[in-house]
Nanobody, 120 residues
Framework: QVQLVESGGGLVQPGESLRLSCAVS????????MSWYRQAPGMREFLARE???????????TFSPSAEGRFTISRDNGRNMVFLQMTNLKPEDTARYYC??????????WGQGTPVTVSS
């Protein structure tokens, strides 16, 4: 059984930082491109998830414009984990953050997400 479990979300004030973690079991992430997405409150459709950043199997990183400059992704293949470091958080970063795994066979897995609220 494949599981992706995100953690590290919470309530922070504008300007603060958070580090999200994605712990993966059931697959070896060395074979997967790993990404972070988010879904803003009130957006219920799956397609409303916003791509943020990807780190592929070769450790190449691709950012979305909304993530570049403030967010950093990393992966620890030995621990089967992926991380998202977020800095200078803004109220518009409030969302549920999801981890995604995708391989060359289009096997795709998602976690349940972790909520982040940025508010003063």
């Amino acid at each position: 059984q494949v599981q992706l479990v995100e953690s590290g979300g919470g309530l922070v004030q504008p300007g603060e930082s958070l580090r999200l973690s994605c712990a993966v079991s059931g697959i070896d992430i060395r074979s997967f491109d790993m990404s972070w997405y988010r879904q803003a409150p009130g957006m219920r459709e799956f397609l409303a998830r916003e791509f943020l950043v990807q780190i592929n199997r070769n450790f190449d990183v691709t950012f979305s414009p909304s993530a570049e400059g403030r967010f950093t992704i990393s992966r620890d293949n030995g621990r089967n984990m992926v991380f998202l470091q977020m800095t200078n958080l803004k109220p518009e970063d409030t969302a549920r953050y999801y981890c995604r795994a995708l391989n060359i066979n289009d096997d795709e897995y998602w976690g349940q997400g972790t909520p982040v609220t940025v508010s003063s």
